[in-house]
């Protein structure tokens, strides 16, 4: 492999961790949160859409069963249990993170009694594909095509249509969101909801291109948090950098330094981001 | 804001546009309010006057839900609606103008119009719209440009024109004049004229610019430590400067 193959592969590897992090994105917008079942969120995703296809289903049209189940499962936690605590609770922005906390130790938990701990992929679009000098997986492509698609999508939704933009007007100013008749709640179901689809989507792609497994729905939160984090937590944009920029670190590393510091790359990241640029990367500080 | 519209929503033809009854408002431990009652008829417009810290963008909270009142009543056109969360009052016919503005800075001017008019019929919409770029212009030559990116006036006239899409019955203005040049509180000020003299709303305006605010209202209140020491038409209180400056500088 050449070096910039390498990078090429980081970059499209970026490509994917948008899409992982764009609905914890969403999440924290509208209510201010880190939802820290995110990650089990894209596993579920993932191994749902593994069992379908072990049942003969083909992976697109999981794709389309998960993301509406995720929807669904995101409504029913959104009302079951994060509104709730949110209407009793005076500090409720700390007992929903511990909330989404808990969340995401039963759901691996359920997903280890479902699918047990071992790793799953599946074995589809498995061809190389030769563009120049350079050969990629077309799992690879195909993953990196749709999730460029969905991240589109999304962004049509958020700038384009009335919910959508109700939404990052919440986001961007509740009181204002208030004053213009907006109901936060509904808004909060809608954003959630959403949040848990994309995720679900997301665990669809990544499980055509790598071994996925319950347990590792902790990671996922992590990276997703730490490509929010670089571009500035809530700004859509920064997250497509903060994205590439962890995609690429990490492949160069794991290249240069081997897999352990692959493994750790995005948790030293998030490190750095914390220390130097705990605002983002885009973001200008305001006086 | 269209002459002769039917009334408001759920209007019993003759109740007052706004009653507050005994109203305690504060913020949490904090009591800001202690027992502020007040009448707005319809159509008409009143002054909140007072010092800072009187009160009086605790009032304009407290009646547009921002704040939830610890005691008393609020009632709309006849209506009870104390401690319905803010979006409920703006849907009710509540338009306000917060102090802070409160505008979406990532947002451009058209789309914080638009937030505006989210629980409005898109044809209502649609004339509210050119309602608003008629009474400010201005707004009209910057639409794609993003709210966080605009003066403090064109803020002040976004924020005001953003309560109008709201199609309100009731506008809170809250200290328009803050902080800006005397040219473009003239114009804020033209603009709410041409509304007033449409008729069809009813309007409290806060203000610390006693003179100014007397020359636009009807009738005045003024607060101090959270209750009204002082009300009556404006030309009497503004005869009567000593006694207002007495208060307000209080
Ligand atoms: N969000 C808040 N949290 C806690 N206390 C507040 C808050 N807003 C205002 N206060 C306090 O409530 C009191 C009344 O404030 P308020 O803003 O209603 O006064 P005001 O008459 O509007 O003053 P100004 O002319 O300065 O705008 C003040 O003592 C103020 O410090
Ligand atoms: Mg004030």
Request: charged share 10%; glycine share 14%; proline share 4%.
């Amino acid at each position: 492999m050449t070096y910039l193959q390498v990078v090429l592969n980081g970059i499209l590897l970026g490509g994917f961790y948008l899409l992982m992090a764009q609905g914890l994105n969403l999440v924290f917008g509208v209510m201010g949160i880190v939802n820290l079942a995110h990650g089990a969120f894209i596993v579920l995703g993932g191994l749902g859409v593994w069992s379908l296809h072990g049942a003969g289903v083909n992976p697109f049209l999981g794709l389309l069963v998960v993301t509406v189940a995720g929807a669904a499962l995101g409504a029913v936690v959104q009302w079951a249990v994060i509104e709730r605590i949110r209407g009793t609770a005076k500090q409720h922005e700390l007992l929903t993170l511990m909330a989404t906390f808990g969340l995401s130790y039963i759901l691996i938990n359920v997903g280890q009694q479902v699918w047990g701990s071992d790793f799953r992929t599946i074995p589809y679009l498995q061809s190389a594909v030769t563009v120049g000098p350079f050969r990629f997986s077309l799992s690879l492509l195909v993953g990196v095509a749709l999730a460029a698609a969905i991240t589109l999508g999304l962004a049509a939704w958020l700038t384009r249509t009335r919910s959508g933009k109700s939404l990052r007007a919440q986001a961007q100013n509740p009181l204002g969101a208030g004053a213009c008749g907006i109901n936060p709640r509904r808004l909060r179901l809608v954003g959630f909801s959403v949040g848990a689809a994309v995720a679900a989507a997301a665990g669809m792609l990544l499980v055509l291109t790598q071994p996925i497994a319950p347990q590792a729905a902790t990671s996922f939160t992590i990276v997703a948090f730490v490509v929010i984090a670089l571009g500035g937590l809530g700004n859509y944009k920064g997250a497509a950098l903060g994205a590439v920029l962890v995609g690429v670190v990490q492949t160069v590393a794991g290249y240069q330094l081997g897999a352990v510091i692959q493994a750790a790359a995005p948790y030293l990241m998030l490190i750095l981001v914390m220390l130097f640029r705990p605002e983002g990367l885009l973001s200008r500080k305001v006086s | 804001m269209t002459p002769g519209r039917p009334g408001p929503r759920g209007d019993d033809g003759n109740a007052p546009a706004l009653e507050v009854t005994d109203l305690h408002a504060g913020y949490g431990a904090l009591r800001v309010l202690h027992g502020v009652t007040m009448t707005v008829r319809r159509n008409e417009v009143v002054g909140v006057l007072g010092a800072n810290g009187a009160g009086k963008t605790t009032l304009l909270r407290a009646i547009a839900g921002v704040v939830r009142p610890q005691s008393g009543a609020v009632v709309l056109h006849g209506r009870t609606v104390t401690g319905l969360p803010d979006h409920a009052m703006t849907r009710a016919g509540v338009g306000h103008v917060p102090s802070g503005r409160e505008l979406f800075p990532q947002m451009s001017v058209e789309d914080n119009l638009a937030m505006g008019a989210i629980a409005v019929d898109a044809v209502r919409a649609a004339e509210l719209r050119t309602r608003v770029l008629d009474l400010f212009p201005a707004l009209g030559r910057m639409l794609e440009r993003r709210a966080g990116a605009l003066s403090g006036g064109e803020q002040q006239m976004l924020a005001f024109g953003r309560a109008l899409m709201t199609d309100p019955t009731l506008l809170l203005l809250d200290e328009p004049s803050t902080g800006l040049a005397p040219a473009i509180v003239a114009a804020l000020f033209d603009a709410l004229r041409q509304l007033i003299a449409e008729g069809g709303m009813s309007v409290i305006l806060v203000e610390q610019n006693a003179g100014l605010a007397l020359q636009v209202v009807e009738r005045a209140f003024v607060l101090r430590q959270g209750r009204i020491v002082l009300s009556g038409p404006a030309a009497e209180l503004g005869d009567d400067a000593d006694l207002v400056a007495a208060y307000l500088g209080a």
